[in-house]
């Protein structure tokens, strides 16, 4: 059964800088890519970072430069680290497991000052 539980957002000005932080409990965790979604109120949900099994990293033009993926698989913790932080990055975040249709509650970045 799988669990992903995301936390971390909360309300920065814009330019600052939070770590937003995935929880999973599928049984083998390494072996998924994982990825971080977000939707904006109003707008489809879209793919923002991806870190594939073995490490490799790919990012939405929108967050380049900006955002960091990495993930512990010892913790079945991926993590995502927004800096220069703007207003259009405010949205409800989400993890994924690359093939399984289960989205967790998300957690909300809101970026305003």
């Known amino acids: 059964q799988v669990q992903l539980v995301e936390s971390g957002g909360g309300l920065v000005q814009p330019g600052g800088s939070l770590r937003l932080t995935c929880a999973a409990s599928?049984?083998?965790?390494?072996?998924?890519?994982m990825n971080w979604y977000r939707q904006a109120p109003g707008k489809e949900r879209e793919l923002v970072a991806v870190i594939t099994s073995i490490g490799s990293t790919s990012y939405a033009d929108s967050v380049k430069g900006r955002f960091t993926i990495s993930r512990d698989n010892a913790k079945k913790t991926v993590y995502l680290q927004m800096n220069s932080l703007k207003p259009e990055d405010t949205a409800v975040y989400y993890c994924?497991?690359?093939?399984?249709?289960?989205w967790g509650k998300g957690t909300l970045v809101t970026v305003s000052s």
């Open positions: 599928m049984y083998i965790f390494r072996i998924y890519d």
């Open positions: 994924n497991a690359a093939g399984i249709d289960y």
